[in-house]
């Protein structure tokens, strides 16, 4: 029996892509609702226990269920639709969830850099956030997708990554490093990958580039006025 379906999200979640993007790969259909995270409705808190996206409701069989943390969603999606993203092989499927993992902390350290309450935290979290960067791109050995020709549960969590990098790029504090030549070939297949693409909303950069301006930390003050 099919269930239906619903993803609770933010408009800048990049947690939320990941799982909009592996729906959109396996081509199964989903409802998408925006809360505001500043404001949260009485029944979002009532299902998700962390006050956190995204939250996936499934509804089959007459009652509903509600998944919370974009990690267990991806493996509830990869485990119940058709079109695996994971590889067959249990080391290879480690290693993934591995890169998954480095992926959500590669997310904390960009967090970090855009709250940094002065110059001199800024410059810490930026060049921690470069070695990440890195050693992520010692670690690519494949093309034009992480495990080569096949798309997979790794590259929907380094899309919305990446696409961080088409705003911060315009701010010298906070731009991709120079080098990193697999890394950016990556990116920019990601880039052009239609589940990426549609995973937010044709105004992202302008509301990722309001939120950053609006942070108040060091990195709002390097950027030009709006």
Same mark, same amino acid.
């Given at each position: 029996m099919s269930a239906a379906l619903t993803l609770v999200?933010?408009?800048?979640?990049?947690?939320?892509?990941? +799982?909009?993007?592996?729906?959109?790969?396996?081509?199964?259909?989903f409802e998408r609702i925006y809360i505001d995270l500043a404001d949260k409705p009485g029944?979002?808190?009532?299902?998700?226990?962390?006050?956190k996206v995204p939250v996936l409701k499934v509804a089959q069989g007459g009652r509903e269920s509600a998944i919370f943390e974009s990690a267990v969603i991806l493996e509830y999606i990869e485990e119940t639709q058709p079109h695996p993203?994971? *590889?067959?092989?249990?080391?290879?499927r480690a290693r993934h969830r591995s890169w998954i993992e480095y992926g959500s902390q590669?997310?904390?350290?960009?967090?970090?850099?855009?709250?940094?309450?002065?110059?001199?935290?800024?410059?810490?979290?930026?060049?921690?956030l470069d070695q990440m960067l890195e050693?992520?791109?010692?670690?690519?050995?494949?093309?034009?997708?992480? +495990?080569?020709?096949?798309?997979?549960?790794?590259?929907?969590?380094?899309?919305?990554?990446?696409?961080?990098?088409?705003?911060?790029?315009?701010?010298? +504090?906070?731009?991709?490093p120079s080098g990193l030549p697999k890394a950016?070939?990556?990116?920019?297949?990601l880039s052009e990958r239609p589940s990426v693409v549609a995973a937010v909303s044709?105004?992202? *950069?302008a509301l990722l580039t309001d939120f950053l301006r609006r942070r108040g930390g060091a990195l709002s003050r390097t950027m030009a006025p709006g």
């Open positions: 999200s933010h408009t800048l979640c990049p947690y939320v892509q990941r +799982a909009a993007i592996a729906l959109t790969e396996k081509s199964i259909p029944w979002f808190t009532d299902l998700s226990p962390l006050g993203l994971h *590889p067959s092989d249990p080391l290879d590669i997310l904390n350290r960009i967090g970090a850099v855009y709250s940094a309450p002065d110059d001199a935290a800024l410059t810490v979290e930026k060049a921690r050693r992520l791109e010692e670690a690519l050995d494949a093309a034009p997708w992480f +495990a080569g020709a096949e798309f997979s549960l790794v590259d929907t969590v380094y899309g919305p990554i990446f696409r961080y990098f088409d705003v911060l790029d315009r701010i010298p +504090a906070a731009a991709m950016r070939a990556w990116r920019k297949a044709p105004d992202y *950069p």
